[in-house]
């Protein structure tokens, strides 16, 4: 079991080391509200990993390789992608640095969702965690123990990793002006557009 744990470090730290949209918003998030919020956003993020590796272990993932289903969850997905990025780019609300000291109920529940939502509503999550998970049991024979151990590693190295990024950010807000988080919030939300953009091209355009 503890070795299973440890070879899940590996696919954690690789995974990890992809720039898409949900670190682009967890960066933002972190900086325009603080760092126990933006950890409040990751809770929610790393459970819609979850709720994607148990999907695809009880067997819907023949589900989202229908070819018949995969269109439209690509298109949707990439569709709620751009809308956010577009949203976030044309942006220009002043951000207020110290609102880390407003840690309210609502806020934290709207947080959570907005992580696990939004990280779900990217197909190639849904779609990565489909497939990596059929790789990856077939070398554990079923054992429901190991199959847990391993997992569990990768989303554990995950999720700290991504606490490090919101760390990262929160420290560094404290040199950037308002203008400076008004660019950024251009280059996060373009980032997401094109992220989108480029979801839907290659799986429904040049499919």
């Known amino acids: ?22 670190f682009f918003m967890l960066v ?10 933006a950890l409040i956003m990751e809770f929610g993020i790393i459970m819609s990993d979850s709720f994607c590796i148990l999907c695809a272990y009880f067997g819907l993932a023949s589900f989202f390789q229908n070819p018949a ?6 298109s949707v997905g990439s569709g709620v992608l751009v809308i956010f990025g577009l949203v976030t780019f044309l942006s220009h609300k002043k951000v207020n640095f110290n609102v880390d000291e407003e840690f309210k109920k609502g806020d934290k529940t709207k947080l959570f969702w907005r992580g696990f939502l939004f990280n779900i509503s990217n197909p190639s999550v849904i779609f990565f965690w489909m497939a990596f998970v059929g790789l990856s049991l077939p070398r554990f024979s079923n054992n429901h123990t190991e199959v847990a151990a391993y997992f569990f590693g990768t989303l554990l ?14 420290k560094i ?9 008004v660019n950024f919030n251009k280059i996060a939300g373009l980032g997401i557009s094109l992220f989108g953009v480029f979801i839907f091209i290659k799986q429904i355009i040049l499919k």
């Open 1 to 22: 079991m503890i070795e299973a744990f440890f070879q899940g470090i590996v696919p954690g730290l690789i995974l990890s080391a992809a720039i898409g949209p949900v």
């Open 69 to 74: 289903y995969q269109n439209i969850i690509f």
């Open 173 to 181: 807000k404290k040199y950037m002006t308002q203008k400076a988080m």
């Open 157 to 170: 190295t995950v999720f700290l990793i991504d606490i490090l990024k919101a760390w990262s950010a929160d």
């Open 28 to 37: 933002q998030t972190s900086i325009q509200r603080g760092f126990r919020l």
